[in-house]
Every structure is written in structure tokens, then in C-alpha cells.
């Protein structure tokens, strides 16, 4: 394995110091038609001047802002989500979303329900 040696802040790649990613708990959804059956955790990250909120299980991202705008938005894309991929017929969905509903599913009811 070779290594190089970087001599000035011009040579580096990456800023060093880029703020860490936080984790943050979503226990409450803004829509009464859904319910959450357990709490589900999305990782806000810094994306130069705006943040990226991720809920990985499902495989769906939001932008914001600032944290809390992509947090709220990424909150909204999964319920968004949620509701097109449920009315959607089985056998018409492809891997990705089989496996979005079938994540979503597992935190997400119909409030009815």
C-alpha cells in the first residue's frame, strides 16, 4: 500500500473539519392518516451549505437549510412515500421500492388500521 504525505492545506482532499453526522430520533410523523408503530432514526449530515437527513432503512433522503428543515422534510418524503408505494399494485413495483415499502411497513400504519 502506498501512502503520500500531504504538505499544505491546498493538497488535501477533504476538509478536515467538516461537522459530524447526528443521528435523530423521529417519533412522530405529521400526518394523522399514519401511525408509528415504532420510532425510526435518520442521520442529518452537513452538504456544503445545506444538510441531508437520511432514513436508511428505507433508503430515503431529504435536503434542508438547516438540520430541522431536513429532518421535517425527510418526515414528509416518508410519508409521501409511504402512501404511493402502499396504493401501488405488488407486482408492479420494482426491487428498491418492494424493499422501501417493506421498510416503511415496519415502522408505518394506517392510523384505521
Not at 504538505?7 to 435523530?24: A, G, Q
Not at 442521520?43 to 430541522?68: C, K, L, P
Not at 429532518?71 to 407486482?91: E, Q, S
Amino acid at each position: 500500500m502506498e501512502t503520500t504525505a500531504l504538505n499544505t492545506d491546498s493538497e488535501r482532499p477533504f476538509p478536515l473539519h467538516r461537522p459530524l453526522p447526528i443521528i435523530v430520533p423521529v417519533q412522530v410523523l405529521d400526518d394523522e392518516r399514519v401511525t408509528l408503530s415504532r420510532p425510526f432514526y435518520v442521520v442529518v449530515e452537513q452538504a456544503d451549505d445545506s444538510f441531508i437527513a437520511t432514513f436508511f432503512d428505507a433508503h430515503i433522503s431529504a435536503s434542508g437549510e438547516t438540520q430541522w428543515e431536513a429532518v421535517d422534510n425527510v418526515k414528509d418524503l416518508v410519508v409521501a412515500t409511504f402512501h404511493r408505494l402502499r396504493r401501488a399494485p405488488a407486482d408492479k413495483l420494482g426491487p428498491v421500492p418492494t424493499r422501501q415499502i417493506a421498510a416503511l411497513r415496519h415502522f408505518i400504519s394506517l392510523a384505521a388500521e
